[in-house]
Nanobody, 123 residues
Framework: QVQLVESGGGLVQAGDSLRLSCAASGGAFSSYAMGWFRQAPGKQREFVAQITATFGTPYYAASVTGRFTISRDNAKNTVYLQMNSLKPEDTAVYSC????????????????WGQGTQVTVSS
């Protein structure tokens, strides 16, 4: 059983940056591929990024490529999402999740989820 806790969300202006963190406990963090998802009000949960366990290979949604960077520190059991050049359409609750499936973009492939952190980008 893996417990995930996100932090780092907040209210920012368009063009600003934020770094989200997701701290894991209770399981073999380094064995999991870690993903970030987001869900805006009235919309379905959307894949943002994934980083693999072994080689730290990143995968990104087209909407965030070039602006967001996912990274992980296995010594700290933490995965990060650096978000630059934020836009109002990035406003959502951001959640991290763990999976054994490399390249998974569907939420159903993820076994463990955090509670999420709110990111609000004003125009």
């Amino acid at each position: 059983q893996v417990q995930l806790v996100e932090s780092g969300g907040g209210l920012v202006q368009a063009g600003d940056s934020l770094r989200l963190s997701c701290a894991a406990s209770g399981g073999a963090f380094s064995s999991y591929a870690m993903g970030w998802f987001r869900q805006a009000p009235g919309k379905q949960r959307e894949f943002v990024a994934q980083i693999t366990a072994t080689f730290g290979t990143p995968y990104y949604a087209a909407s965030v490529t070039g602006r967001f960077t996912i990274s992980r520190d296995n010594a700290k059991n933490t995965v990060y999402l650096q978000m630059n050049s934020l836009k109002p359409e990035d406003t959502a609750v951001y959640s991290c999740a763990a999976t054994f499936t490399v390249g998974a973009t569907s939420p159903v492939a993820y076994n463990y989820w955090g509670q999420g952190t709110q990111v609000t980008v004003s125009s």
